[in-house]
């Protein structure tokens, strides 16, 4: 008796993860074109960007 609960609960997960993907595989709507020129801003350097790196390498290197 133990089995067949055993064998329903499996089949009731795949049953359940079969849903879950065929929901999944959806197709969404593109994404809007981009304005022309608003490109992507840095807003950090990238010497503190490189400075920050080095600083946690040799923390982590310390520890």
Do not use: C, Y
């Not at 067949?4 to 795949?14: Q, T």
């Not at 990238?46 to 310390?62: E, H, M, P, Q």
């Amino acid at each position: 008796m133990a089995q067949v609960s055993m064998l329903l609960k499996a089949f009731l997960v795949a049953l359940v993860m079969a849903f879950l993907t065929a929901a999944s595989a959806q197709v969404e709507a593109p994404s809007p074109s981009p304005d022309a020129g608003a490109g992507f801003s840095v807003g950090v350097s990238g010497a503190a960007v490189a400075f920050s790196l080095i600083v946690s390498l040799l923390a982590f290197l310390k520890h």
